[in-house]
């Protein structure tokens, strides 16, 4: 059974950084993309970044771009979303998931959840 868990989650000034990762175990084929998605409070979950497992084709939601890279390693079946100048609204609840047949930045593409990390940003 295949299994998501995410840390480095945390509690950070406005304008530091963190670097989340996602670590997949279980697996028995690879996925077709890595998904990172968040969830404030009162509010809905959204895209953040993705990246297809095989050749690292990244998208970001324009929130986070230039900010967020989204990265993975195939070897080590992680992902990773090193979050750099981080602002009070990027506080949320950080989800990683997996999508087996296709790169999107929807929830209902996705097939595997982890549990989230808390990201807090203090201003």
């Known amino acids: 059974q295949v299994q998501l868990v995410e840390s480095g989650g945390g509690l950070v000034q406005a304008g530091g950084s963190l670097r989340l990762l996602c670590a997949a175990s279980?697996?028995?084929?690879?996925?077709?993309?890595m998904g990172w998605f968040r969830q404030a409070p009162g509010k809905e979950r959204e895209f953040v970044a993705v990246?297809?497992?095989?050749?690292?084709?990244?998208d970001y939601a324009d929130s986070v771009m230039g900010r967020f890279i989204i990265s993975r390693d195939v070897d080590k079946s992680t992902a990773y979303l090193q979050m750099n100048s981080l602002k009070p609204e990027d506080t949320a609840v950080y989800y990683c998931?997996?999508?087996?047949?296709?790169?999107?930045?929807?929830?209902?593409?996705?097939?595997?959840w982890g549990q989230g990390t808390q990201v807090t940003v203090s201003s």
């Open positions: 279980g697996r028995t084929r690879s996925p077709y993309a």
């Open positions: 990246t297809t497992w095989s050749y690292g084709v990244t």
């Open positions: 998931a997996e999508a087996v047949d296709y790169s999107t930045t929807t929830e209902d593409g996705y097939d595997l």
